[in-house]
């Protein structure tokens, strides 16, 4: 993929995210205004009908992002760089739901003992994601022109798949698995205690090069953002 195409795909996709965050944002506060008015704030069906809007907007997101990329390049990088705005996009409207369970329960979202309220939602949530994830999949195929970035080193400022693999090891996107078990028992044994995103990535990274694996910083970064997010959301 020439330098061109990519940076006019990035300025698309990184538009689509925040209109498409917004989009949601807005139809979840229409959504307590109504609810409100009529004295339904606190019931499922603010749940249900914000769990409709949250599939229907990111159905679109992703729909729109199929659309616009595909006629620019419709190799495995810009299927990628796809994947990855999904991504990026996801962890912030869903995390938006715990508020959504919280304003249906009127209890505030309890972290270590969540309501069943915010379990169930949780629950469609990552049904909801699911679905997306297989929609998403089904484009793969698609988009199956080689990048020319595959047959040189990878730019560390530029999104991409990982490309390393140890000899007779694992293919390369399978070594993300083992990075996240053992991220996850560093953080269970307090190995690790992270104070800022910039500490996730560094752990992962420092795991990727001690397994050598190789992968850009940008591909890490996303993944340390996905996860620092989801720590911060712990104290809110």
Known sequence: METLARNQIRLILDDLTLNSVKAFGDRVAAIYNSHAAKGLLKSGATV????????DISDKMLSTAIDQVAPIAKDVEA???ISESFESYWSKVARSMDGVASKASGRPPNITKPDSVLLATRREVEAIRARLTRRLEIHRFTFTQPSTRLSSPPAISEPEVAVGRRKGGRPPAEFWDDMWAA??????????????QADVQRAMSEWIDDNSYSAADST??????????LIEALDE
């Open 48 to 55: 249900r009908i914000a769990l409709s809007a949250l599939e």
């Open 79 to 81: 299927f990628a760089m």
């Open 183 to 196: 991220i996850a028992t560093a953080l269970y044994s307090g190995a690790l205690i992270p104070k800022s």
């Open 220 to 229: 890490v970064k996303g993944r340390a953002r996905r996860l620092w997010d």
